[in-house]
Each structure stands twice: as C-alpha cells, then as structure tokens.
C-alpha cells in the first residue's frame, strides 16, 4: 500500500484486512513496529479528532509526528498554479509540500473544500494537485468531498457492533448554522455502499449530494450487493432504519452561495435528531455521526447520551483503523 | 493513583513519598519506564512552563504527548450542559473530552476560571464537569482556584532549600495591570499550611482569598501543626518571613466586575515586592513566584536578579514533580 | 561543539567534519544516537522548514521536541532589560529562557531583527541577549543577520552538487513586496566566502549589504583563497555565474523606513529571476533559494521548475546537517 486518499482504491478483501490489522493491533500492540519512521502532518484546516489520532497512532506504534498548520506558526500557502505570489501567502505548495515531504516517512494532509465552485470540489483538483507532488506514502486526512479516514472508522465500527451488512443505513442531513463541506457524507455514502448496505440519504430539497457522488456510491453498492436511494421524505427514509449517520452538509442547488444557502437552511432547524426520529426505526437503531458536532442543534442530548449513540466508538476507531493504515504504508 | 487533581486529596506520607519519587527520577533517570504511553494536553488556556515540561517530563520517561489548544488549530469547546450549540463552539466537552482520553494513557486539563461568579469559581464545577468525563488517570494543569502541580514544584522547592516546615510562610498579593486567577494563590497557601508553616497571606482590602478557600487552607494546618492568618498590614506580614511567595490576583469584594477591580488596584501600584520588603524579614529569606512574573511591576528585577529569588528552581521543580505525578500515574 | 550560532565561530576543517558527519547520518542512520534526549524549540517568529526539519531530525536521532511560540498558546515574551513589564508581555526572556533551557537537553531559538535600527540588528543584540541567558548547548534558528543552519545547509548542497570551491557565487537581491530581514543574504555571502568563492553581491542602489556584514564576509574570503565584490549591474555580475542565490531584503539605506524602502522597491519589480538571467552564466548555472520563495516575483515558475533549481536539495539538507549539529552538540 503506497497511498490512502480514497476507499474506492481498494477492493472489500483489502478493507477487510486493513479491519482485521487494526483489531490485530488494539488487541496486541506492536509498540516498536515503526521506530525511527516519522509521520508529517499538514493542516490546511482545523481539527482535533485527526490530529490527536494520528499522533498518538504514530507514538504507540513508536513512531513519531511533526505539525504543520498554515497560519499558525507558519505562513499561509498558495495553491494556485502559475499564481503571480503578491498576496499574502508566502510560499507555493509546489515548495512547501514537497520540503515537508522530505522530512517524513509519511505525510498526512488535510485540505477542506473551497466551498465556491462545486465541479472544482468534487474533482478533488486542490487536493490531487498537492498529492501528485509528493512521492512519499501519503495519507488523506480530508479533503474537499472524501475523508477515507473517517469512512473506515465507521466502517469498523459498524463491524464492531455487528450491524448487518444487508441492513438499513440513513445517511441524514441535519441543521447547522452553516453550510459544511461534503467530504464526510460523501465518504459515509460510499463506504455503506462499499459495505453492502442499503444507503437511503435522506436530505431537503437542495441538498441532494452531486450526481458524481452519488454515482460512485451507487457504483460501490452494485459490487457489494448493497443499494443507494434518495429521498427527502423522512417517514419513509427511517422506517426500518438500522442506522442514522446524522450529518450536517451545504446547500448543492446554490453551492457556495452562502445568502441562498442560509435562507434555505434556514427552513430547515427541525432537522435535528431527537427520539422521535427513532419511532418506526429498527428497534436498536444507532446514531452515527462523525463529530464535532452541535448538541441541540445537530442531535438532541436525549440521543447523544442515550444508548443508541456509537460516536464516541467511532471517534475511538479513528486510532485504530489510522494505526492500520500507518502500518501498512510504513512496515509491509 | 488514579488522578492528580488536588493536593488535598493526598495524605502528607503520600505527598512525602511523591517528592522522594521526584527526586528518586532526578538522580536516577528511567528513560524507559513510559514507554509506548501517550499523554494528552488539552489547554483551554495558555501556557509556557506547563506545555513545556509536561511533554518534556513525559519525553524523559520514554513516552509521548499530542497537545490540543482549542481555538488555534482546533475549534473552541462548549462547557455549558444543554446548551443549544448554535454559537461559536462547534465541539462540546462532552464529546471532545471524552474522544480526547481515548487516544490517550493519561490526560491532562488546563481550564482557567470563568472570573465572573466567585461561588461558581470556588466550585471549581467547570473542571469538575471536565474531571468526570473522564475515566482515565488526570492530571490537573490548572483549574479555577486550583494548581496542584505548582504547589508540588513549590513543595519540593522549599525542601530542596532546607526552608524549616516551622517557618514564616508570606503568600503577598503583587500589583498587576489585571486581574489573575485565584488558582496559585489557593494552591500556595493550602500547600504551605499542609506542609506545616506559619503560613499569612497579605492583600490589600478588597482581595482577601474566599472563605473557602480559606478554610480549606486552616484545615490543613490543623493536620499539620502549621496556621493560617491573613493581614493588609505590610509591616505586620514581613517580619521575621522566612518566604516571600508574590502573586497577583483578582479582588474579590467586586470579583468579575473589572471596572471596579481596575479602580482599586490601581491604588496598590506600589505592591511590588523590591529590597525593601526584605527589611525585617529573616537573613534568608526566599522570594518565590509560579512565573510568569511580570519585572518591575510585581517583582523588582533587584529581587528577582538576586541572591533571594528562587523562581527558576519552582520552575525547574515543575518538570521533576510532573514527572513522579507521570510516573505513578502510569507507571505503579 | 557547545553552541551553533555562526559559522564564523568554526573553522574550514570543522565545518567540513560537520558536512561529513551530515552525510555519514544520511548514508548510516543512528536511530537511537539521542534516544532519551529533548530539544526545546523556540520561535518567536514563524517557521515551517526549521520546525519541521528541527522535530524530524531529532525524532530520526531518537530523541523528542517540544515546541513554544509566543503569542500562539503561549503569551508574549519581553526582551528589554530592565522593562516596566506594564505593557502586552506577561513573561521577560530572564525568565522565559532559562526556563525552557532547564526542561531541555538542547535549545533552539529563532528571533529575527527588529528591522527599525541597523547598527541594534547587525549587533544581533536581541539573539545575544538571549543566548547568554543559557548555559544549555544552544542552536540559532535565524537571528537579526545570522542563519548558520541554512548556510550549512546551503554549504552541503553545493557540496552535494559538486559545484566547484573556485567558481563564482553570485548572491542576487529579488524583489518582495516587503523588506524582509538581513538573515540570510548576510549568512549566504559569508559561507560562500567561506567555502573559498568568488562572491558577487548583485543588488539595486539602497539595498547594499551593511559595512560589517560585507567585512564579516571578505575575512572569510581572505582566510578561504575566495573574494567579495559587490555591484548593482545585473550584467556584470551574471556573467560566468556558477550559482545565483536569489534573495529579498529590505532597504539598508532607508532601514526601517517602511514607506521609503516600498518607494524604492516598487522601481525594481523586474528583479525576477526568470530564464534570461542565465544568458550569459556558465551553462550549469543553479538557482538557490532558502524558501519560501514567492513565485512570479521573487523567481519565475521556469526557473524554479527548471532543472537548474536546486531549491528543494537546500530544504532537504536543512534535516540532513542539523542532524550532524544535533549530534555533535549532544553526542559527543
């Protein structure tokens, strides 16, 4: 395994040994297996769950990470090709992507969407163009419409909690006071696909996911056996759902139109997942959801501390399934 | 050991064996005993000497630490319960705390005061609230009216100086442009009255310490066979001092309120401890602060570039106290 | 080895043992050389190859980092003896420094000019201060007119590069929209000399390097067998180049006079290296650059994507000789 930017790369068999090396891993450590290696991350944006789970990833593995965060500490990067720099970021990434290579073993990035330009986001352009800079074993720590990191944790987790294959997952939009980027329900659409389940994404008039993802998800589905549909009905969306993945996404009929997107959203505050939206669920329905996320606002405390809700395991999956991947790329 | 929250928890024989551990790892380092193990920061407040020697502590017994500053890199965090999270804070403790402990051995928290209600301060619920989420071993870097890590540094300062435990312990408010937290001066004057001294704190009108944390301060000298006495008369305070401890602290007659704070500091711009303070004190007397100490306005550069202060060891203290704290945390 | 402050301090035959020892760790990793050893960094300006390259090395020598920056989680630090602390900084470097120093093995500091008066900033006056706060083997990570990392790095790379000793080393001033400090045409003419060249300083009337800057530089050539000029003609000095070192900087005539310097500056905007400033150079002319480089105003894309961009071997032997400093100043 040379890089990890996207589940789509690899086949069932390789996720399922990648699954069953992060169980190998939680149950004995191997605490000296990457001694000497060095693992770099860049954070184009912010984070807590990432940057806390793969440094203490790389450490109990024995390895060790150093922090790149543009615009703390370090001066701000320019992305664009050909760009005349008389603005205010102070080196290219054709540079500085590169020097930071040189400096790791492995080299995880993190680069949010641009939230102006859809068909630019969901090609993935900013962020391919900093991958196929590097050469070194390269870790997708979210980009504009994937985060393969996250989607294999809940993947995990799911295993982990034995929720069928051949079950009912909702991916549902929820309130936020503002539009996010599509890279977490993007990547949870196509890993419950990839899974074999049946993925309903439940979402307003508006928030359709874009005809690419939704592509490859159903792509995924066709190979494992699972299904993709969507509604914006929620009564018939959760009937028998075995699964809630709540999450909060921005507005695709007016993408990066923020006026638009909040006189939109706006309609839209009921979208917040108390009990009720469990009433005609499979009766151990989880909730999923990949945090941070708003109490009250996203999900109803009555859920979040109740015991439907799996997201403190998924948080948790963070590490070992990033062990794994470390692993792979660094000791195989 | 499962948690390092409060002094007052400890016996004096617990605290006693902590600072021969202390200096058991000084003399004989033990670059392995940690290793494999990961300490998690998490400062909700700034911090120089705590972030520097904590991860130097746990580097020097072979383990690693991830640091997570809310606000600069990472999200602001929502303490409130029930909040409706439709404000700045994307994350809330409940879960980032919580995720934060499960990629770590052992965390540590740093949660100033909210400085606006004295009763809910002194309660120290905010930490508490923090505290009980968390299953694994803790470590408090500083919470409302609480630093127990610096009063163990400060302990084991007096003893590496051969300072008498039946001696004149002076904790003295120092001027500042604002209001500090209440957590050192606490933590000072209860370690001092645990530790057996004379112990009387002197503040202008205004800034007398809370009674509670007054009271927690007599009932360690009540252990001990130390006391506990408070003054505003310099002259009284100084005599036959054997330790000047300076620190800077809000009123708390008008605690929140800055406008009236800054009204009547501003009275006491001459609180800053110089030669003179030393007029009647004994011969050798010490001159101690937690640091940072602001020169010339809480502490003359005479006293602290002189023969008296001891503050670089208090600071040095805080590397070999933590690393017992680490030590027995994880370790025994 | 003590401290590395100046490639002054060393001889030819040291600075060579330096480069061997570089490349003898590069070819023969020693992955446990430091293990147990800590490296304190701090910056009080910003940085990514220096922290990164700083933490990687020391990681891959089997030690550990932590890293201060004032002003980010860590409060401003006051550099003026004898300061009335009453203003924004809560800590004075008497304090701050030795502090970090006694929690570390090793200290980094990076500080660059103050940029207002030159006569303070080419005494390095503000590093000095510091560095004599410390007994710790000590590292300059960039000072007013100092960045002896860089011109190892720089020295390795031409070494690398087999540029020969007796060649001419052009350092080229370039345009930037701001004056930028001193630190590295000052630190790049002297190790050229140095290393025995023929060095010509390419710059527009104003922008002359400062009278000591220039004597430090032809000492060095006198000892090396190599020379020091010095012109404003782009012609004449690109003529026969082996190397051209692009580099911007600020206004010594006008020093610290931020409008003056933008008027003159604004006049040379053409100083971009592009393609025909190797017309008449020696036809394996290189381009180095210390980055971060702006692209399209300081160096053209055709250049930096060029093949005589030797830009990235200068970043990479950042790791590579500060790992031989790291070394030398802990190992041996």
Chains 1, 2, 3 share one sequence.
Not at 5 to 12: C, P, R, T
Not at 135 to 154: G, K, M, R, W
Request: proline letters at 5%.
């Amino acid at each position: 395994m040379k890089r990890f930017i996207d589940l789509a790369d690899f086949s069932s068999e390789q996720i399922s040994d990648l699954l069953k090396l992060a169980a190998r891993l939680e149950s004995h450590p191997e605490p000296q297996a990457l001694a000497g290696k060095v693992l770099g991350l860049l954070f184009m944006n912010p984070s807590l769950r990432t940057l806390a789970s793969m440094q203490s990833g790389m450490a109990r593995l024995g390895g060790t990470s150093f922090v790149i965060t543009p615009g703390q500490g370090t001066w701000q990067l320019e992305t664009r090709l050909n760009a005349v720099m008389d603005g205010n970021a102070a080196e290219h990434i054709r540079e500085g992507i590169q020097v930071l290579a040189s400096y790791c073993d492995v080299l995880g990035i993190r680069a949010f969407a641009d939230g102006k330009d859809l068909a630019s986001d969901v090609s993935e352009s900013k962020f391919l163009d900093m991958a196929n800079l590097v050469e070194n074993p390269l870790i997708n720590l979210e980009s504009a419409v994937n985060h393969p990191c996250q989607a294999l944790a809940d993947w995990k987790t799911l295993d982990d909690l034995q929720v069928p294959k051949r079950s009912k997952f909702v991916l549902s939009w929820v309130y936020h006071p503002r539009a996010l980027p599509l890279a977490v329900p993007s990547a949870a659409a196509h890993m419950a696909a990839m899974r074999g389940m049946d993925v309903t994404i439940l979402r307003p008039e508006g928030y359709a996911l874009p005809p690419a993802i939704m592509e490859r998800a159903r792509t995924a589905a066709a190979a494992s056996g699972g299904s993709v549909t969507e509604t914006s009905e929620p009564a018939e969306a959760l009937e028998g759902a075995q699964v809630i993945y709540a999450k909060e996404w921005g507005c695709t009929t007016h993408y990066g139109d923020e006026t638009a997107d909040a006189t939109l959203r706006r309609r839209h505050k009921n979208w917040c997942v108390d009990n009720s939206w469990f009433a005609k669920t499979a009766e151990d329905c989880r909730l999923m959801h990949c945090l941070p996320v708003r109490r009250n606002v996203a999900v109803a405390d009555e859920v979040l501390d109740g015991p439907r809700s799996v997201v403190l395991r998924q948080a948790y999956n963070r590490l070992t399934v990033q062990m794994a991947i470390l692993y792979r790329l660094l000791k195989d």
